[in-house]
T-cell receptor, first 109, second 114 residues
């Protein structure tokens, strides 16, 4: 599976949109982009995934560049409860998830 | 809402004891996983199963063992606990097949071996 690069940490203001970038320049055509998050002391939580089209659900939006070498997870209105570590994972269907360091997001009042 | 359960949530035990961490899911998922995570560190896959009577070792070597006798149940056992086993253990499950897989995680078991 392709390697991903994420910023180590970022802050965002409560009520504002949080844009979390992820680079995956070696992504293959059959690999999906997944996002999970882990709130302190809890098990990771699935957020969203996509292949090449932008995706939106009740939690977030996923924007994938046309060349698929990078993506951005958007939390439209960050709340204090969105403070967590966010993991961007690239993998083919059927392969196992590999968690890296993720981005520590701190939502500030 | 994912229905995956882990017990106990917290366990403090002495060195040399045998322990079993329980994980159960009611979603009928074929795939189940165990991850290990030290505080502030990355998750590492230690065991997985793609169905009944199927178990495999993960990316991180572990002295624990697992079994999968029933679809819904995937217990992890340490025959002789040591302080180096102190960690958080997270169980997850997902659907089999070639479609993009969403894994659902349990709340985790925090193990402290004295």
């Amino acid at each position: 599976d392709a390697k991903t690069t994420q910023p180590t940490s970022m802050d965002c203001a409560e009520g504002r949109a949080a844009n979390l970038p992820c680079n995956h320049s070696t992504i293959s055509g059959n690999e999906y982009v997944y996002w999970y998050r882990q709130i302190h002391s809890q098990g990771p939580q699935y957020i969203i995934h996509g292949l090449k089209n932008n995706e939106t659900n009740e939690m977030a939006s996923l924007i994938i560049t046309e060349d698929r070498k990078s993506s951005t997870l958007i939390l439209p209105h960050a709340t204090l409860r969105d403070t967590a570590v966010y993991y961007c994972i690239v993998k083919a269907a059927g392969n196992k998830l590999t968690f890296g360091g993720g981005t520590r997001v701190l939502v500030k009042p | 809402e994912a229905d995956i359960y882990q017990t106990p949530r917290y366990l403090v035990i002495g060195t040399g004891k045998k322990i079993t961490l329980e994980c159960s899911q009611t979603m009928g998922h074929d795939k189940m996983y165990w991850y290990q995570q030290d505080p502030g560190m990355e998750l590492h896959l230690i065991h997985y199963s793609y169905g009944v009577n199927s178990t495999e070792k993960g990316d991180l070597s572990s002295e624990s063992t697992v079994s999968r006798i029933r679809t819904e149940h995937f217990p992890l056992t340490l025959e002789s606990a040591r302080p180096s086993h102190t960690s958080q253990y997270l169980c997850a499950s997902g659907l089999a097949g070639g479609l993009p897989e969403t894994q659902y995680f349990g709340p985790g078991t925090r193990l402290l071996v004295l």
